[in-house]
């Protein structure tokens, strides 16, 4: 990702969609109105808490967002930047990543990558969507710079249409590469269906930060480090406070 | 297999678990000979540090012998004698590989929630909590280790478990205090707090080269001990501190100050009710850094200021004016234990530092809710408790546990 192409896709001053401010806007209206029948602190909580909505609506940083920290395009897509630094050379995690079947040995969403043709320009994607279903697109390479760049984006027919672009540059020192990517998409639902998933705990932003972090740890350790196993004094309830905490979760 | 289970604030018991298993092939299980009750255990005991659970196995000073490894595992063999240090390593990202091992990178198996409370995730701990990645400790019958060829030490013929065991933690802790002090020729250390990694600091202060050590504390017997390697004493309920080091050092302030007292210092006074009351809401503030206060503020002009001592979050009134205009540098850090071991090994070895000294209670596993009782209350004299996981308690019968308090 250079700058240039992030200038392409400026983003925007507000995070939130249309849809999403009449929606919080509404909301917010609602309380207020509801706020004029109750007395005392009952009545101030509601009324605060609309003017709020209100406000978020109005200047349209809507509540969602600003928890969640969603990131959208003028055109209402989503855009996610990370970036890691890996202690190998440029060259070599060009080849791992050029190789998109590897993609869902770190890819947590991924459930598969098949590179189509002789010169893997194409590849059909297939990916964990919620409640168990997967959904499934095509995507061509559209920038291939060895050692330094791969950009990709799906096809006409995509459910979710979405580009990315990873930059491999070398980290100052002895530390490395630093890996860059850039991920735009559109969400069924737009911007609104973003903050939904991303409530429902589907938020790119962290998987993609999760996944660049199991990249880093498989070729740098060969695995994830893992506590999933070991022994407690653990009994029945407590071991889902323990999962709250635990690996997989958050790593 | 017999662990000791945190249990809640308080709380920790003694519980037949299940035994530990090779979960990755880089791992190795340790059949535990020796181990210990370590300061910064306290501040698990006491709740201040976020994300244990109910049933976490605690302990990460322990040492034994390898029962079983993990197919990738090829320094380190069955029957080999072994420390385990503290922090874990990877052995491989730009951290371990500078020596910086209780900053690795990739050992944290819950990096996000480090990150949330630091920003970024130092190195997985044993027996540490949550945030330090979750891992089972080793006050217990066995230990799973983990990234066996970067962690596990083999011990050198014709050293007890005892020469060895504070070498998982509190001797290295001690030394890279010293060593965070910067000591040139002719320096005065100050260092408050008398408790083990207190005295590590104090013995390798003098081992590089300082030529006072003062220490400050407030117990009769750690400062007895203190005195016995070499250092000068301040009780400091019986005199002013700050007073008394200026006097001691000629007007000048101690070159540097190591704060090995850490998130739970005693105050007097309206600061340390106010520390006090804030910390018990776990929300105001989660550190009393009433000794790190002290140690800005006595600092000489342009001295350094170490801390091996534990902080976990935020803490109020740290007087940053005095740090600033007084020109000071701070140099802080959980142990990089890996670092120093062949240093420290020598040492032992040549008989320049004899760790059992400050050993001065030794108990059955079972009597740990008693251990870690007078350990944290000064009872007995305790200064240092070590835990012999398998004597049997028939042999030495087990003090009755204490009432859980507060």
Known sequence: ?251 | MKAVVWQGVNRVSVETVPDPQILQPTDAIVRVTKTAICGSDLHLLDGYVPSMVHGDIVGHEFMGEVVEVGSEVRKVKVGDRVIVPFPIACGKCWYCQKGLTSLCDNSNPNPGLAEKFWGYSPAGLYGYSHITGGYAGGQAQFARTVYADANLFKVPDGLTDEQVLFLTDIFPTGFMGAENCQIEPGDVVAVFGAGPVGLFGIASAFLLGAERVIAIDRFPERLEMARTYGAETINYEEENVFELLKEMTGGRGPDSVMDAVGLEAQAHGLLGVADAVKQTTRVLESDRPHALRAAIMACRKGGTVSVPGVYGGLADKIPLGAFMNKGLTMKTGQTHVHRYLDRLTGYIQRGEIDPTRIITHRLTLDEAPHAYHIFKHKHDGCIKCVLDPWADPKDHEPTPAPQPQG
């Open chain 1, 1 to 251: 990702m250079t700058r240039k192409d992030y200038e392409e896709r400026p983003q925007s001053g507000r995070n939130s969609s249309p849809a999403e401010r009449v929606l919080f806007g509404s909301i917010g209206a609602g309380l207020i109105a509801l706020s004029l029948g109750q007395r005392g602190q009952v009545g101030t909580l509601l009324a605060t808490g609309g003017a709020l909505l209100v406000a978020g609506a109005a200047m349209g940083q809507g509540l969602g967002e600003t928890v969640t920290g969603v990131r959208r395009t003028e055109d209402d897509q989503i855009k996610v930047e990370k970036a890691i630094t890996v202690g190998m050379g440029a060259d070599e995690l060009y080849t791992f990543w050029r190789n998109f079947e590897n993609l869902p040995r770190f890819m947590d969403h991924l459930e598969s990558v098949k590179v189509q043709d002789g010169d893997g320009q194409r590849s059909h994607w297939v990916a964990k969507a919620p409640a168990g279903t997967s959904v499934e697109w095509d995507a061509e390479i559209t920038a291939d710079e060895p050692g330094r760049r791969i950009a990709w984006r799906s096809l006409e027919g995509a459910t979710v249409p979405n580009e990315g672009a990873v930059e491999f540059r070398p980290a100052p020192g002895d530390r490395g590469t630093e890996i860059h990517v850039s991920l735009t998409y559109r969400p069924p639902g737009g911007t609104l269906g973003a903050t939904v998933a991303r409530l429902l705990g589907e938020d790119p932003n962290v998987q993609i930060e999760h996944d660049l972090r199991r990249l880093k740890r498989l070729l740098e350790v060969g695995h994830i480090p893992t506590t999933e196993g070991q022994s407690s004094g653990r009994k029945g309830a407590l071991k889902a406070e323990a999962r709250m905490y635990d690996n997989r979760r958050t790593s």
